[in-house]
């Protein structure tokens, strides 16, 4: 895999005092735990509950020059809520999520497991029996998706307290999320020191920034899994979302949702979205591959530059007829899983007391490919003690007003 040059002078043993330090934005105050008066302007913070072992999580309330408002907990790096406004300029939560942090530790929940608006580390996605090789020696991880392990494992980066840095820059005004994965930790090879940067702009975007090294060559592929329902949450479906795809393949599947390795044509398919589609319209279509998702949960091949492959690119478009609000996604990533929500069958009920039904939020999540560490003609997920990893995912707001 080849990453961005990054000027980390940072060895093995990375303590997470010296990741901040390192961080390529200013930190203006705060912190975890942190006196509210000396947060930067637009960033308020406020206790959000107490984790089972005693310490305690915070929450970051972020608001842009437009009103636009963003809540994050340095629990699992969630974002709790994000509102925006319609083309008329009524505000809106548009991503599933809970008001109190028990939600995201009940029983139910985890059995769930829907990783609301988490961080996921350190493989987004599936590795195929848990298993891969690096170098000759092979690794087992925990299975928690039938044969396969999913999103990091039993305990993945969405259930980690992360140290959370508030700051302001002249980007705009966020939380600098960091995490140190011990060596070991859920079977993966290496310490992983992992820095994810949240920047909500003034130009109504959410820019994440991840970072990691590695102390041991290891497979990383970093996400973020917020679930957008344009409509706010709470609305029972996104059927009729609009939504344009920059990809002219994706990934098969087997049962399982381990990709064949297969490189498809989605050109007459249900899975072409190269021109603005209503995500509903093909889902009864008898397809085999809608058959093993359950709907949509594939991975899309984004269409890139090929001689620069990691520049940030059009991934995807959203687009909400009835509010207008639009949601465009860029990436240096290249993958794209879409997930139709599937798994969502009402057991949870979400911050306006309404249950999240099937298909009642979608996620687009910016990737590597599945299962890369055994497929060797993907994108390679490796990264080697003497790199940084770097990816870049950019979520931004807008309305479109003429819409009928
Ligand atoms: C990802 C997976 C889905 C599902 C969700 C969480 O999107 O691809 O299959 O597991 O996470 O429910």
Redesign the pocket.
């Known amino acids: 895999m080849k990453h961005l040059a990054f000027s980390w002078s940072m060895g093995v043993g990375l303590s997470l005092a010296t990741i901040a330090a390192g961080s390529a934005v200013a930190a203006t105050g705060g912190g975890s735990g942190g006196m509210s008066s000396m947060l930067p302007a637009g960033i308020e913070q406020s206790g959000f509950g107490t984790l089972p072992d005693g310490r305690s999580v915070e929450c970051y309330t972020i608001t842009n020059a437009n009103g636009i408002e963003m809540r994050v907990i340095n629990y699992g790096g969630i974002i709790l809520s994000l509102e925006t406004p319609d083309r008329y300029g009524r505000m809106d939560d548009i991503v599933l999520g809970f008001d109190s942090l028990g939600d995201y530790l009940s029983p139910t929940y985890r059995q769930?497991?829907?990783?609301f608006g988490a961080l996921i580390g350190r493989y987004g996605?599936?590795i195929a029996d848990g298993r891969f090789a690096v170098d000759g020696q092979t690794y087992q991880l925990p299975t928690n998706?039938g044969p396969n392990t999913?999103?990091g494992g039993n305990e993945g980066f969405n259930q980690k307290l992360w140290n959370a840095q508030p700051f302001s820059s002249s980007d705009g005004r966020g939380v600098v999320m960091t995490y140190t994965s011990p060596d070991g930790e859920q079977g993966f090879p290496g310490e992983l020191a992992t820095r994810v940067t949240y920047t909500l702009t003034d130009d109504d975007a959410l820019v994440i920034d991840y970072r990691a090294r590695t102390s041991k060559t290891t497979p990383v592929n970093l996400t973020q899994?917020s679930y957008f329902n344009l409509a706010g949450e709470g609305n029972p479906s996104i059927l009729d979302h609009q939504l344009t795809i920059n990809a002219s393949a994706y990934t098969p599947v087997d049962e399982t949702?381990i990709p064949t390795g297969e490189i498809a044509p989605v050109a007459g398919t249900p899975f072409d979205f190269q021109t603005p589609t209503t995500i509903g319209s093909r889902l009864g279509q008898r397809d085999t591959q809608l058959a093993y998702?359950k709907g949509y949960?594939h991975n899309f091949v984004l269409i890139k530059n090929a001689a620069a492959p990691q520049t940030l690119t059009r991934a995807a478009r959203v687009v909400e007829p009835n509010s207008g609000r639009v949601l465009e996604v860029e990436t240096t990533e290249p993958g794209l899983?879409f997930?139709s929500g599937?798994?969502l069958d009402g057991t949870l009920v979400g911050k306006s007391g309404q249950p999240y039904v099937l298909r009642s939020g979608l996620?687009l999540?910016t990737q590597h490919f599945p299962n890369s560490p055994n497929q060797s003609n993907f994108p390679s997920t490796r990264v080697e003690p003497d790199e940084t990893y770097h990816s870049q995912t950019v979520y931004r707001f807008s309305t479109e007003d003429n819409l009928p």
């Open positions: 769930a497991n829907p990783y996605n599936r998706d999913l999103h899994h949702l998702g949960d899983q997930y599937n798994f996620a999540e």
